[in-house]
C-alpha cells in the first residue's frame, strides 16, 4: 500500500491537478455531492414557504431581491459545512493511523 501511495503522491506531484472553476478537491467533491444528492427535503422546502408567504404582497423584483442573497447564503452555508466535514474526517483518519 505504501508503494502505491508514494507513486501517487509522486505523480500529484508531477502533475498538478486543475480545478476547473472550483477553488480546490474539497470544492470540487462537493459540486458532485451537491449534485447527486439534492437537499430539498421537505423541511427546507416548508422554510422556503413560510419565507414566501411572508412575502406575500410584495412585487417580483423585490422579492428576488430578498430570495437571492437567501439562496446564496443557504448554498454558501452548506457548501463550508460539508468541506469543514470532509476535513474532519481526514483529521480523525489521520489521528487513528498514529
Do not use: W
Amino acid at each position: 500500500m505504501k508503494n502505491f501511495y508514494d507513486v501517487l503522491n509522486r505523480y500529484v506531484s508531477e502533475n498538478q491537478p486543475h480545478f476547473g472553476d472550483g477553488e480546490s478537491v474539497l470544492t470540487l467533491l462537493y459540486e458532485a455531492y451537491s449534485e447527486c444528492n439534492r437537499l430539498d427535503d421537505a423541511r427546507v422546502k416548508a422554510d422556503f414557504n413560510e419565507l414566501y408567504q411572508l412575502m406575500n404582497g410584495m412585487e417580483l423584483r423585490d422579492m428576488d431581491k430578498i430570495i437571492y442573497p437567501v439562496c446564496k447564503l443557504c448554498r454558501d452555508h452548506e457548501r463550508s459545512g460539508f468541506v469543514e466535514g470532509i476535513r474532519i474526517g481526514i483529521r480523525l483518519a489521520q489521528e487513528l493511523k498514529k
